[in-house]
């Protein structure tokens, strides 16, 4: 039942991206409605998901590479239906359902579904730690979706070029101000989890915590820059996207420090 939730949930995103493609290739796209229903349709199969493994599991579902994948993949989403209307229905939501739709699906392919040993006593506060982390790199994935929408928005205005792509994009300055906002978010979420991991006093492999406080710091350096020192949008927008990245190889060594003491 599990697996057929999360089908369900790759095939609306990938009708929201397919959608998109042809609806621009035919050059009548218009933004929105569609994307939007088929990404929320995508999103309430994944948070069924979440809740009957949560509910197996007998705790946040976190326990592994396979759930982690999932759980950002719906993070990615949440953020994305909490973003202004402005963005819900531009081709941002066709942007963020490939992402969403490729890490669930590297769920479901890879034999990353091991089983997992149950947590006896439930720790809120660790709870609140593994939720918000990830959710923080849903923020953060945005950015990079956000990021790569500047590039090519930037790239076709130095061209002079007029597509349909380029009349859907929300304006540049609004992207600009998305990605430093979305960027922003995920430092204080990630800030929040790790009060939340002290607060817990739950043992942490020492790499792994060096690990993760890398990529706050990181993410942190680039919020100061543009908050301070006027980082330009184009190094904010590529910085995003690289960082992201970076973010996504180390998850499987993450996940791993993880189940080691």
């Known amino acids: 039942m599990d697996r057929l939730l999360l089908i369900a949930a790759t095939l609306c995103f990938v009708a929201s991206f397919g959608y998109t493609l042809y609806a621009l290739g035919a050059g009548r796209f218009r933004p929105g409605r569609v994307n939007l229903v088929a990404i929320l349709a995508g999103f309430l199969f994944q948070s069924a998901f979440l809740y009957l493994r949560g509910q197996a599991e007998g705790s946040c579902p976190l326990n592994s ?100 792509l380029l009349y859907n994009l929300p304006p540049i300055n609004h992207l600009a101000a998305a990605i430093a906002r979305l960027v922003g978010l995920g430092c204080l979420l990630l800030t929040i989890s790790f009060a939340a991991g002290f607060i817990s006093q739950m043992p942490v492999n020492s790499m792994k915590f060096l690990t993760s406080a890398a990529i706050w710091l990181v993410y942190g350096l680039i919020f100061a820059l543009h908050r301070f020192r006027n980082l330009a949008p184009r190094r904010l927008a590529e910085l995003s996207i690289v960082v992201f990245a970076l973010v996504l190889l180390t998850l499987p060594g993450i996940q791993y420090l993880s189940s080691r003491p």
Request: proline share 5%.
């Open 65 to 164: 590479l396979y759930d982690v994948l999932i759980f950002l993949s719906w993070a990615l989403v949440l953020i994305y239906l909490l973003v202004g209307p402005a963005y819900r229905l531009s081709l941002l939501g066709a942007f963020t359902s490939p992402l969403a739709f490729l890490l669930v699906l590297t769920a479901l392919i890879a034999p990353l579904d091991h089983s997992v040993k149950v947590r006896p006593v439930l720790n809120p506060w660790i709870e609140t730690h593994a939720a918000l982390s990830i959710i923080a790199y849903g923020a953060f994935g945005l950015a990079c979706v956000a990021g790569i929408m500047y590039l090519l928005q930037e790239r076709q205005l130095k061209a002079h070029k007029a597509s349909s």
